[in-house]
């Protein structure tokens, strides 16, 4: 371990359980809205019934198709950084 994680895990483990349990409170939320926010407000957007619309509209909106697509990645990665 380096002298940074060291300390990291210094200071994690010095934090009270109730600490703990708001950061991962604060986190889950973090998660819900963001996910919900890819899905249902951008998805919304972008994904219509028939395949060559959903094309189109990924073409015509693809900042906000990168901007759903980097949300949900580093939602999906999330859990396994912190372990």
Request: proline residues 4%; hydrophobic residues 45%.
């Amino acid at each position: 371990m380096t002298a940074t994680a060291t300390i990291t895990m210094g200071r994690r483990a010095e934090m009270s359980p109730k600490t703990k349990a708001r950061l991962i409170g604060v986190l889950f939320l973090i998660t819900m809205v963001g996910g919900g926010f890819a899905q249902g407000f951008i998805g919304g957007k972008l994904i219509s019934g028939d395949v060559s619309a959903t094309a189109t509209n990924i073409l015509a909106h693809e900042p906000l198709y990168r901007l759903a697509f980097a949300i949900l990645s580093t939602l999906s990665r999330w859990p396994a950084r912190s372990r």
